[in-house]
Nanobody, 114 residues
Framework: QVQLVESGGGLVQPGGSLTLSCATS????????MKWYRQAPGQQRELVAS???????NYANSVKGRFTISRSNTQNTVYLQMNSLKPEDTAVYYC????????WGQGTQVTVSS
């Protein structure tokens, strides 16, 4: 069956960095656009970054210049490098495989606090 497993979340101080990973199985990874979303308490889920099967990337304005999305088609994994983290980046981060069908991971908590 299809699985998307996020990892790499945690507690970090403002200005710090984290790298999230989303390992996939059960899909032809190279054919899927991959996306990272986040959802803060009481907020709607928002799209943070995306990378197409041809490696085109897009970012939300709030994270441009701080976050980098990348993918490894050999490891079937998508990454989100997050630098200069701010308290407002605190949220549960989800990865999404967007193709013929849509698949979601279970989420990983990122907390930015001193």
């Amino acid at each position: 069956q299809v699985q998307l497993v996020e990892s790499g979340g945690g507690l970090v101080q403002p200005g710090g960095s984290l790298t999230l990973s989303c390992a996939t199985s059960g899909i032809i990874f190279r054919l899927y656009a991959m996306k990272w979303y986040r959802q803060a308490p009481g907020q709607q889920r928002e799209l943070v970054a995306s990378i197409t099967s041809s490696y085109t990337t897009n970012y939300a304005n709030s994270v441009k210049g701080r976050f980098t999305i990348s993918r490894s088609n050999t490891q079937n994994t998508v990454y989100l490098q997050m630098n200069s983290l701010k308290p407002e980046d605190t949220a549960v981060y989800y990865c999404d495989a967007d193709g013929r069908q849509n698949y979601w991971g279970q989420g990983t908590q990122v907390t930015v606090s001193s």
